[in-house]
């Protein structure tokens, strides 16, 4: 891609409105535009950020056994009022009725989808377990939309969900799940923590959050120095780690800050019993299938990113999320250097490196400025 044909126009300061360095830094690189509160559009460089980080989640869900579908953002009301949430989520589900007088929601969550999707198709034990996920965007009517992509109404989630006729075998995939999502954070190059949680709205039996440690998260959370152990301090009143007390060890807890990116959920039959989601067992009698919900934060975990390993005026993107992995910068526009800058920038995309060719009509000092700003691991002057 040449820059002077790419759809941006930095910014040399930050807009008024951003509060935190994600969105500081990717409003002033043209990645994303504020249309409404909380809704944001993607220019190219911001959704390449997106998609890097959609196919690592893809890799992940695969290497687990998770299919690939795509439900509706609109569902009819009757879905919601059947698991009885159309009326106890409260005003962030956003409630619409079309020319028919029908009733339906632009759907935040889908587990009501999903029981009706897979109960048409699963019928009997010997299909079990059933593991399916989607990456769609969802809309949660914030009271009070901010900090760009880390609390927005509109944003675009990986959601999962799995059925099974034993505790045993949920137990098994909800292990997997949280191996595959420290590996995608892990392969973000970013600091991640599992850290027990409430299920909140969602609901269920256990659940663990994901957060990325940095400054600006809006959750506090405890650690321990000395093993794996993390808690949100909404769940937990206590200074010495609870594994190590077990051992007969002393350790203080630390606290630190975090944004959630992803949250797992056992959630039992909270939601097929209601749904009638059930399956035929051995003997031939019907019983609720048993069910697992795992969240992960498509945008909010690149604006995380940004947070945890950005500066006051550059992004510092992981070569895994990076828009482009090289920035080709030509120094003068005279022939010698503009056909070894051609040269080099056909050889590269030959060899399938994504390269931003800086072609502008510009100084230095901007190009290099600008390149630092948006992030691009490598320069090649």
């Known amino acids: ?33 504020k249309i409404a509160a909380g809704i944001y559009a993607y220019t190219p460089l911001g959704l390449r950020i997106l998609r890097n980080f959609e196919t690592i989640v ?21 879905l919601w009022q059947q698991s009885e949430r159309w009326d106890k989520y409260g005003k962030e589900l956003l409630r619409i009725t079309d020319r028919h007088n029908n009733e339906f929601c632009y759907g935040p969550t889908h587990e009501e989808v999903v029981c009706e999707l897979v109960n048409t198709y699963v019928k009997s034990y010997r299909q079990l377990p059933m593991h399916v996920y989607q990456i769609q965007t969802k809309f949660r009517d914030e009271i009070r939309p901010r900090f760009g992509l880390m609390r927005g109404r509109e944003f675009i989630m990986k959601d999962a969900y799995s059925f099974h006729a034993t505790w045993e075998d949920l137990d098994k995939t909800y292990s997997e799940m949280r191996d595959a999502y420290l590996r995608m954070f892990e392969r973000c190059g970013l600091r991640a923590k599992v850290v027990q949680a409430d299920s909140g709205a969602i609901g269920g039996d256990e659940s663990a959050e994901f957060m990325v440690i940095a400054q600006t998260g809006e959750d506090e959370i405890v650690e321990c120095p000395t093993c794996a152990y993390a808690a949100n301090t909404e769940v937990t009143n206590t200074e010495t780690c609870p594994k190590c007390a ?13 944004i959630e990116v992803g949250h797992i959920f056992k959630l039992g039959t909270t939601y097929s019993e209601k749904m ?25 975990t ?61 100084s230095m000092g901007v190009k290099f400025k600008d390149t630092e700003l948006i992030g691009i691991p490598l320069q090649v002057v």
């Not at 790419?6 to 690189?29: C, F, G, I």
Request: charged content about 20%.
């Open 1 to 33: 891609m040449h820059f002077s044909q790419l759809l941006v126009h930095t910014l040399k300061d930050n807009p008024k409105d951003a509060e935190v360095l994600s969105h500081q830094l990717m409003t002033r690189a043209s990645m994303i535009r």
């Open 276 to 300: 009638n989601t059930t399956y035929l067992d051995e003997s031939g009698q019907a019983k609720p299938m048993i069910m697992g919900c795992y969240g992960v934060g498509i945008g909010r």
């Open 246 to 258: 077990e051992k007969g060890q002393a350790s203080t807890l630390q606290r630190v800050r975090g």
């Open 58 to 78: 893809r890799t992940e869900m695969n290497r687990v056994g998770a299919q690939e579908v795509l439900m509706p953002s609109m569902i009819p009301a009757a």
């Open 302 to 362: 690149v604006a995380a990113a940004i947070e945890q390993l950005g500066s006051a005026n550059a992004m510092c993107w992981p070569i895994a999320l990076a828009p482009f992995k090289v920035s080709l910068i030509l120094c003068k526009d005279e022939a010698p250097f503009r056909e070894a800058a051609d040269g080099l920038y056909n050889e590269l995309k030959a060899a399938n490196i994504e390269v931003l060719y800086d072609d502008r009509p510009e």
